[in-house]
């Protein structure tokens, strides 16, 4: 006997959903009301009283990285890049050598877009931080850097 093939069930799957190759925003979760990024005061703070090591840790903490919000974005550069420009180029591993992994990779998108837009011999102090993050981080860290979707 045949089969009654006038079933039509099979035309309400959404084949579309299964698709491995189908694209999805990550970033179309709503912006939060606060602003983000590291407290600018504070590091600021940290810098004068000298204490390096906390301010680099407080600039990168809270990064807009998921944000689409551009003004917090270079506002949150500047602040890193200070930092970054403030160490003394022996204090530079030991700064490092405090990041997990994904600080290294966050540390690595800060110094290339300080590359992007560079001031006043920041471009000499940016090479000596790739150079030390590369040393930990290693050629993985530039290739998820640079082909991250995901920006600061």
Same mark, same amino acid.
């Given at each position: 006997?045949?089969?009654?093939?006038?079933?039509?069930?099979?035309?309400?799957?959404?084949?579309?959903?299964?698709? @491995?190759?189908?694209?999805?925003?990550?970033?179309?979760?709503? @912006?939060?009301?606060?602003?983000?990024?590291?407290?600018?005061?504070?590091?600021? =703070?940290l810098?004068?009283?000298?204490?390096?090591?906390?301010?680099?840790?407080?600039?990168?903490?809270?990064?807009? $990285?998921?944000?689409?919000?551009?003004?917090?974005k @270079?506002?949150?550069?500047?602040?890193?890049?200070?930092?970054?420009?403030?160490?003394? =180029?022996?204090?530079?591993?030991?700064?490092?050598?405090?990041?997990?992994?994904?600080?290294?990779?966050?540390?690595?998108?800060?110094?290339?877009?300080?590359?992007?837009?560079?001031?006043?011999? =920041?471009?000499?102090?940016?090479?000596?931080?790739?150079?030390?993050?590369? $040393?930990?981080?290693?050629?993985g860290?530039? $290739?998820?850097v640079?082909? =991250?979707?995901?920006?600061?």
């Amino acid at each position: 006997m045949a089969k009654n093939t006038l079933s039509s069930r099979f035309r309400k799957v959404d084949i579309d959903e299964y698709d @491995e190759n189908k694209f999805v925003d990550d970033q179309l979760q709503e @912006e939060p009301a606060e602003p983000q990024g590291p407290d600018e005061a504070e590091v600021d =703070s940290l810098i004068r009283q000298g204490e390096l090591l906390r301010a680099f840790q407080s600039a990168l903490r809270n990064s807009p $990285v998921n944000s689409k919000n551009q003004v917090a974005k @270079e506002r949150t550069q500047a602040i890193v890049l200070k930092v970054l420009t403030s160490f003394k =180029s022996n204090e530079i591993e030991k700064a490092v050598n405090t990041l997990d992994p994904n600080g290294i990779d966050l540390l690595m998108k800060y110094i290339y877009k300080g590359f992007e837009k560079p001031t006043e011999n =920041s471009s000499a102090i940016l090479l000596q931080w790739h150079e030390k993050a590369f $040393v930990i981080g290693g050629l993985g860290s530039i $290739v998820r850097v640079l082909t =991250s979707r995901k920006t600061v």
